[in-house]
């Protein structure tokens, strides 16, 4: 049995520490050191620190002393920095050195994050000169691991965490001892073992029996950390990058919300031409409504791109406005609407039949900045502020329907071993601890499966048939354009936590079609 990394709470995000320090002690409800193990020193150290200063602050004057006191004594008497975005938050990332009390040389770096409302985080290293690119590394292995919450986590949560840590940090330790971490690694999905054990649930003697059962994909790698994402760049959440006027909405002016954007020449630059795809241009997907509902939008190279912000303020006010839509009297008359939700906003019902929101002029909303008007979400529940960074490799994928037909028609091989040969096969492909607190991996191309194992491709052409789409209703003719797994970095899941297929007709890619991509949730 191998020890699986403790999770670790605060109120906006959740931590995963590396491997290599897995001795967490929370000094406070959210502030952790974490150290090696065993560990003699102080050094080396990781940092992470959550908590409300009760008043706004800038990064000019909160970095230097909330720095010194994450490092502690003897750390930097000055930082370099420079910008950084986690978890989609605007932050400050500095570095330097300073000198213990026998002269030795440390080197401490920390980054300094905006939270909501007045919450800063803090995430920061410290080590001895000698240590410093390990050390480093498994600072980023842990800021990878970051994942936004969702839902708000009471005091006495975390307070329960305080005082069970012990108990957790010595399980952990334990197994340690005994050897146990890492006992059982799961070979990479390229290794051709997974030949050899499909080939095995088949009953088939010889691998190359199911070599035409794979097929390559492109894996999608959320970076939730990191400089901030350039306009145009690949990743899922917060806010789209769009040419002028172009965001999908409905009937009455509310935008649809964003879901996530691919750069189609990064993929090419890292994997090469994936046909059918093409090679160039943004992709952005838009969401909405309990039928899930889909909007692609094409933009093609070169156009001129504007960044449209994701915040607290417009995704909590954009659920008011949803209520005040909701509650319109499709006969109104033009003019200012009465509401009820709260003085979140005001609504406006234009000549045209589209809504015009403002927020309304409580301090809370500030950030919204009141008595402004606004374009409100349609479903507030798909928007998320928080968003990663999409990094692109080759990988593959393996049709696990087909070979559940394949058994089921000649009486070979065995569904169980094929099931959990699969199972083990996804494990690789998306990392054993994927989508708990760790960034998710999701998948372009290749296969996937709904519930009961039903092929997307055969769920899409069914649809498209019962939509009037009849020459769409040759299973083959679809792709997966792309396979998102629930429990994003972004604190987003999908519909109790069920992934998302979308899903493309071929024939319509070589012509940059996206009106009939049709979105599966299971």
Sequence with gaps: MTARPQRWMTRDFVFTPPAAFPDVVARQLERFDLRPYPHDTELPSLFVLALDLGKPWEFDEAFAPLA????????????????????????????????????????????????????????GWRSASGDRETVERNYNVLMQSLQARANRISETTLRRQFEGQEKNRRAVIEAIDAGQRGSDATPDPADGVWEQ???????????????????????????????????????????????????????????????????????????????????????????????????????????????HPMTEAIVEASAAAVGVAGG??????????????????????????????????????????????????????????????????????????????????????????????????????????????????????GYATIQGNLDCREEAARLAVSAGHIDLGDPDGWIVLVWLRAGSATGREFWDADDLFIMAPAADLAGKRWDRCILLSG
């Design 328 to 445: 319109l009297d499709p006969a109104g008359q033009p003019g200012s609407l009465p509401h009820t939700e709260g003085d979140v906003v005001t609504a406006e019902l234009m000549a045209d039949g589209t809504l015009k929101f403002t927020h309304t002029p409580d301090p809370l909303w500030a950030v919204g900045e009141p008595g402004r008007a606004f374009e409100a979400l349609s479903d507030e529940r798909w928007a998320s502020t928080a968003y990663a960074r999409l990094r692109f490799k080759r990988a593959r994928s393996f049709d696990a329907s087909g070979a559940e037909m394949r058994i089921e028609e000649t009486g070979v091989g065995s569904l169980d071993e094929l099931y959990e040969t699969n199972e083990a096969f996804q494990r690789a492909v998306v990392g054993q601890h994927a989508g708990s607190a760790t960034p998710q991996i999701h998948q372009m191309l």
């Design 68 to 123: 010194a006191d994450l490092v502690g004594q003897n750390g930097p008497a000055e930082w370099s920095l420079a910008a950084v975005q986690v978890l989609g938050r605007e932050g400050r990332y500095g570095t330097g050195t300073g000198s213990s009390a026998k002269g030795e040389s440390i080197a401490a770096g920390v980054a300094l994050v905006r939270g909501r409302g007045n919450r800063v985080w803090a995430f």
């Design 197 to 307: 054990r499909f080939a095995t649930a088949l009953g088939e003697s010889d691998p190359s029996m199911v070599a035409g059962m794979f097929a390559t994909a492109v894996a999608l790698v959320e970076e939730p950390y990191g400089e901030e994402a350039p306009v145009g760049a690949s990743r899922i959440g917060g806010g789209p990058d769009l040419p002028p006027n172009i965001w999908p909405g409905n009937a009455r002016g509310m935008r649809h919300p964003f879901l996530m954007q691919i750069n189609l020449t990064e993929i090419t630059a890292a994997c090469g031409p994936m046909r059918p795809l093409p090679d160039e241009g943004l992709l952005s997907f838009f969401v909405h409504d309990d039928a899930l509902l889909l909007d692609v939008v094409y933009t093609p190279p070169g156009a001129a791109l504007v960044r």
